[in-house]
């Protein structure tokens, strides 16, 4: 364990027992984070992005539990922390923004109220200073006539509003980490805009580290320092936000980069999907996980995980293509066998 | 708001004029009459009775002479309950049925959202399917079953309760117990459906990142929004068991408006049939209207116009 990291994420397996069998959701997932840093998370629906943030937090489905591995944020053991205890970190040290603020928000209480919950639950303000602090937080997050809105109920706001009361809400009390699901997917695209310029100012006055989980490559790159690419509860690939974007050293973080649509190309250019489906958690398999929609797929892909190949620290891909050395090795036992 | 409880009292006035309409001829469509017993009467006798109640007269014309004394407030005699005016039998009866069905409905609301909150928290555990067999049980029993079992044990057999009558507090424990059953083993279906609807939505996510605890976000933000369906079918529940059961208040021998409503249809007490069935109408309109305006309280997207 080491205290200069804010979130230390050690070879966390994490796993949900449905009635179908075990859906290993998180395999030997290991995150560093330093104070005040951004990172992006990026992968497709079910990489485990999402489960693995939710887990700094302690923030599982009632059916999930880590298996293996640890978690400190802040200097907590997450995994070993009773759900009390989560309780007052939640909200106060960490907090997060959830995808679609249309549905994230209580549709019977007030603004104000719902803001103001989070304040009275981890600190001693009380009456006028709560609601005090309720209107610096809206007027921080560049919400006109707090007084008004404070009033208001969630359907009296427009979708970007709305999702500026969740981040008011998320910053109530000043978290150390705040932890960005998905923030603008359910935006227009000029409010996105607006929403992640806010998230950095905040970022920038505050002094928070962010996690910003999504799969809008153009998202991370203009807003964070690290950037992990998770496929099948896997980072397959982590580094600095230049490496990933200009040396991408895995053929799914290079599949990723090639379906971004570019301003400078023809028109008639078409973009490249990445073929296929992701892989059944229920029954990952033995190989890389991503070698079934691999365009340089081998043959030890499917047999053996490729392990860590370090370039430029910190930046890591697990890819076979990556480790000649040890290609030929296996290859060579192949043959043999 | 208030013009839309204007609005819905005119519609309800209009409805409460169609109700009275169609049973008035329906009523008098089906063969038979007030003075059709058992006992043969003389054509003379029965000629006299039908002119003293204005039978005599063409159907039009009675119904004329009935909607004219029901926009007074006069809803005629009872034929078979000589001396007794329609709104005197209601103005008796009724109070004695809202007592019964009211404390039934306030028995049913205060275990029915409990219990479903709890199975619905609880979902896939022993308790959630405990919960789940006793209220479809509780449904599924007729209440004329649950109420004689419940005579004879608690007052033939063990002697601890009186059979009949509302004359002591404990009487009124088996009539509410049998008339609360259905409503509360429904009210807990209801609430365990729409609470897990609402234990699935984003801000229960939302409530408990904020480090809310499970049992406060479950009363404070889950409960509120998922209520609604109750109130929904509290509105007509309101209606159905304050005006009275002919089952359980022939079995506890209570003098409740259901037992005077059933009489009535089948003496052919045609005045009590017309005022028993105007009041119901009206009644769950006006408990409809109340629902309503509940609504605005709980959800605040709600608006009436």
Known sequence: MNDEYLVDIQHERLSFFTPAGEVKALNDVTIQMKAGEVLGIVGESGSGKSVTAYSIMGLTADNGRIVGGTVTFNGHRIDQMPETELRKIRGKEVSIIFQDPMTSLNPVYTIGNQIGEAIKLHTDKTGDEVTERIKELLRLVGINEPEKRIRQYPHELSGGMRQRVVIAMALACEPKLLIADEPTTALDVTIQAQILELMQDLQKQLGMGIIMITHDLGVVASMCDHIAVMYAGEIVEYGRTDDIFYNPRHEYTKGLIRSIPKFYEQEYERLIPIEGQPVDLLNPPAGCPFAPRCDSCMKICLKQKPDKSVFDEPHYARCWLNDKELFEESTKGSTNE | ?305
């Not at chain 2, 409460?16 to 009459?33: D, K, S």
């Not at chain 2, 029993?141 to 009186?162: D, G, R």
Request: glycine share 8%; net charge positive; charged share 15%.
């Open chain 2, 1 to 305: 708001m208030s013009k839309y409880i204007v609005k819905r009292i005119i519609f309800g006035l209009a409805t409460a004029f169609v109700v009275a309409t169609l049973t008035f001829f329906i009523m008098n469509l089906v063969p038979g009459g007030p003075f059709l017993s058992e006992k043969a009467i003389t054509p003379q006798a029965q000629a006299a009775l039908e002119a003293k109640y204005g039978m005599d007269k063409p159907l039009f014309e009675q119904y004329l002479t009935y909607m004219g004394d029901l926009l007074h407030g006069d809803l005629g005699s009872s034929v078979k309950k000589r001396g007794y005016t329609v709104n005197r039998i209601i103005a008796e009866r009724f109070p004695v049925s809202a007592r019964i069905g009211g404390l039934a409905i306030v028995v049913a609301f205060c275990i029915g959202v409990p219990l479903g909150s709890i199975a619905a928290y609880k979902r896939g555990k022993i308790l959630d399917n405990i919960i789940i067999v006793f209220s479809t049980a509780g449904i599924a029993i007729p209440s004329f079953l649950s109420s004689t079992l419940m005579m004879y044990f608690l007052s033939t057999k063990w002697k601890l309760l009186p059979s009949l009558g509302l004359n002591s507090p404990a009487s009124y424990i088996m009539p509410v117990a049998a008339l609360a059953l259905y409503p509360t083993c429904y009210i807990a279906r209801l609430m365990r459906s729409s609470m897990l609807d609402v234990i699935g939505q984003d801000y229960m996510r939302t409530a408990r990142a904020k480090g809310v605890s499970t049992v406060s976000s479950i009363f404070k933000h889950a409960l509120r929004n998922a209520i609604l369906p109750v109130v929904t079918y509290l509105g007509p529940l309101m209606a159905s068991l304050m005006t009275g059961s002919f089952i359980i208040e022939k079995i506890f021998t209570i003098p409740g408006l259901g037992h005077e409503f059933v009489t009535a249809i089948t003496s052919r007490d045609y005045p009590l049939i017309m005022g028993t069935t105007i009041f119901l109408a009206t009644f769950l309109i006006i408990m409809n209207v109340v629902v309503d305006i509940v609504y605005v309280f709980v959800d605040p997207r709600i608006k009436l116009r």
